[in-house]
C-alpha cells in the first residue's frame, strides 16, 4: 500500500540525505516531480481532497507527480504549481489534478491554501456501500470500537477497514493544517477508536491516531472528534495533540 511503502522509504534516509532534502525547498522554478519538494507539496493537496471528499469508503492518495513549480510571492510566502495524478484507494479510479498550493510565510503556523480541480478521479460510486455503512451503525444499539488498527503484525480485519479509512479521512484535516515546507505527514495508525451516541443524525466517533512526520521520523498522537455522515460528509469538531511519545515507531506495512 502506498502509505506504508512511503514510510519505509523514508525511513532509509540518511543525515546527509536529509540535509540535502532541506536545501532542496529553497529552490524556485521548475520542480523535479520525483524530488521531495514536489512530492511533499503534493501529498499536501492529497489531504485537502480528502477533507473535501473523503468518507469510510473514499480515500484519496497521491499516485503520480507530473510536474510542477514553485515561485516567492514577494514576502508573503511561496506557491506551488502541480500537475498530479490521484487515485482513490477503495475502488481504484484514478484521476488528473492541477492544483495550486501556497505556503504561508513569516512567523507561526499557518495552514497552507490549496485550490485543486479533477478530472474522472469522482467517477467511482460509493454511494451504496456508504449507506449501507451508515444505516447499519446509525440506530444499532452496539457501538462500535476497535484498537492498534493495523495491528503490530499489519493486519485488520476486514470489518474495521472503513474505520481505519475514516481516521485516515479525519487525520488528513490535521495533517493539512499542520503542513509546511520542512513536513510531510502520513497517518501510520489508528490507536483507538469509540462510537459515540448518533446525535444530529451524524455518527459521531472519538479517535486517538497516531501521524507519521517522516522527515523528522516523530510518531505524534492525537486525538480526534469525527462526525460523519452521507449527507454531511466528514467533519473534525474537536482535536486534542497528545504529550510527545520519544519511544513511539511507526507499525509494519499493511495490505488493503
Known amino acids: 500500500m502506498w502509505l506504508f511503502l512511503q514510510l519505509s522509504n523514508r525511513n532509509s534516509l540518511n543525515r546527509e540525505g536529509e540535509s540535502e532534502v532541506l536545501e532542496e525547498v529553497m529552490t524556485t522554478g521548475v520542480l523535479n516531480p520525483s524530488h521531495y519538494p514536489a512530492r511533499r507539496a503534493a501529498t499536501v493537496v492529497q489531504h485537502y481532497l480528502n477533507t473535501r471528499y473523503g468518507s469510510p469508503y473514499r480515500w484519496i492518495f497521491l499516485s503520480t507527480v507530473h510536474s ?102 479525519a487525520s488528513s484535516f490535521i495533517m493539512l493544517r499542520e503542513s509546511n515546507e520542512s513536513t510531510l505527514y502520513n497517518m501510520a495508525q489508528v490507536a483507538n477508536f469509540t462510537q459515540l451516541e448518533t446525535e444530529k443524525d451524524q455518527l459521531r466517533f472519538n479517535y486517538h491516531v497516531l501521524l507519521h512526520e517522516m ?29 510527545k511519545c520519544h519511544h513511539c515507531e511507526a507499525p509494519p506495512n499493511t495490505t488493503n
Open 68 to 169: 510542477g513549480s514553485t515561485e516567492d510571492v514577494a514576502d508573503m510566502g511561496r506557491k506551488y504549481q502541480l500537475e498530479l495524478t490521484m487515485q482513490e484507494m477503495i475502488s481504484n479510479v484514478s484521476g488528473q489534478c492541477s492544483a495550486e498550493l501556497f505556503f504561508p510565510g513569516g512567523e507561526g503556523q499557518s495552514a497552507p491554501q490549496v485550490q485543486a480541480s479533477c478530472e474522472g478521479l469522482h467517477q467511482s460510486n460509493t454511494t451504496a456501500q456508504e449507506e449501507a455503512f451508515y444505516q447499519q451503525h446509525r440506530a444499532s444499539n452496539n457501538l462500535v470500537s476497535g484498537n492498534n488498527i493495523p495491528d503490530s503484525y499489519g493486519h485488520m480485519e476486514p470489518s474495521m477497514k472503513p474505520f481505519w479509512q475514516l481516521g485516515g479521512v
Open 215 to 243: 522527515i523528522s521520523q516523530e510518531i505524534i498522537h492525537w486525538k480526534l472528534l469525527v462526525t460523519w455522515s452521507p449527507e454531511q460528509g466528514v467533519q473534525v469538531l474537536q482535536t486534542e495533540l497528545q504529550p
